[in-house]
């Protein structure tokens, strides 16, 4: 069984920063993408950053030169550094890897975090 606890979350004022952290646990073989998306009320789940593993960070262009993601593999854990935060950064963010759960399987699962929620107001 795998598992995501996303941890981080919380109340910024407008400018201020914010790192998210999200932890792998459970049995697999190897974990591919790990990324972030966020969602705000009555809108759908959007992408904002994903990092391949060996491979280069992708961002949205709402969070370019802001956010930064990085991962270190030897804690299965993907980080997500929000700098400059605004307003309408403000949503439940979720983690999501894409992971091999055997050697010799071809198709990846993916799994969510459960979500922590990044509130910016003054």
């Known amino acids: 069984q795998v598992q995501l606890v996303e941890s981080g979350g919380g109340l910024v004022q407008p400018g201020g920063s914010l790192k998210l952290s999200c932890t792998v646990s459970g049995s697999f073989f190897r974990i591919n993408d790990m990324g972030w998306y966020r969602r705000t009320p009555g809108k759908p789940r959007d992408f904002i950053a994903v990092?391949?593993?060996?491979?280069?960070?992708h961002y949205a262009d709402s969070v370019k030169g802001r956010f930064s993601i990085s991962r270190d593999d030897s804690k299965n854990t993907v980080y997500l550094q929000m700098n400059n935060l605004k307003s309408e950064d403000t949503a439940v963010y979720y983690c999501?890897?894409?992971?091999?759960?055997?050697?010799?399987?071809?198709?990846?699962?993916?799994?969510w975090g459960q979500g922590t929620q990044v509130t910016v107001s003054s």
């Open positions: 999501n890897v894409r992971l091999l759960e055997a050697a010799g399987i071809d198709y990846e699962d993916t799994y």
């Open positions: 990092i391949p593993s060996g491979g280069s960070a």
